[in-house]
Each structure stands twice: as C-alpha cells, then as structure tokens.
C-alpha cells in the first residue's frame, strides 16, 4: 500500500493550497481517508475526514469554515483544499487510510492502517 502526498508549499498567509494523497495498492473506495497535521515539536492532529460509506466529510472544528475534504474513487486520490491560510497552519500533513467508517474513530490516528510520507506547508505571516 502506498499514500503520496503532493500539493505542499510555501504560501503567504491567506492563500490557499489544495492538498493530494494518491492510494495505491488497496481498495480506495473501502477506506475511508483523512488527514492529520503535526507542527514541529506538537503531537499530530487531526485535520479532516471522510467516510467511505456515506461520503459525509468530518472536520475539526476550528477548521470546517477553510478546509474542504473530498475524494475522488475513480482516482484513487483525496483532496483538502485549504483556505484563507493563517501561519499557525504551518506543519506537515499527512494522509492516511483507515478502515472504519465512524465519526469517532476517523478523528483517531490509532484507527488508520496506513500512512503517506507527509507534505509540508508552510504559511508566511
């Protein structure tokens, strides 16, 4: 199985990036996806969700208003767009792939079975 994460950058501070997880090597479309956040010296955070049996997109709150996930099956691949960027969104995210389905549980990193490299963003003030 592999995750691979594109999209990452250095962005001044209300810009927007669109994140990209590729999956490869296992049934997309049985997995739900998400991505978690780690700044350097916090521990790693979740970021966004979205469940492979009902579609419906999960956030933490202080972000659903700037960041959008969704996932495209044909592709194989799994978008967070985010917006009006602040310098605190700065940290590697990584995607991962998980085989639950429930709200609890996708907001877990324990409850992911793999994993992406990570892609770093990078927000300027």
């Known amino acids: 199985v592999q995750l691979v994460e594109s999209g990452g950058g250095l962005v001044q501070a209300g810009g927007s990036l669109r994140l990209s997880c590729a999956a490869s090597?296992?049934?997309?479309?049985?997995?739900?996806m998400g991505w978690f956040r780690q700044a350097p010296g916090k521990e790693r955070e979740f970021v966004a969700a979205?469940?492979?049996?009902?579609?419906?997109?999960y956030y933490e709150d202080s972000r659903k208003e700037r960041f959008t996930i969704s996932r495209d099956n044909a592709k194989n691949t799994v978008y967070l767009q985010m917006n009006s960027l602040k310098p605190e969104d700065t940290a590697v995210y990584y995607c991962?792939?998980?085989?639950?389905?429930?709200?609890?549980?996708?907001?877990?990193?324990?409850?992911?079975?793999?994993w992406g490299q990570g892609t770093q963003v990078t927000v300027s003030s």
């Open positions: 991962g792939a998980s085989a639950t389905y429930l709200q609890y549980g996708l907001r877990l990193g324990s409850s992911y079975n793999y």
């Open positions: 090597g296992l049934t997309f479309s049985s997995y739900s």
């Open positions: 979205i469940s492979w049996t009902s579609m419906n997109p």
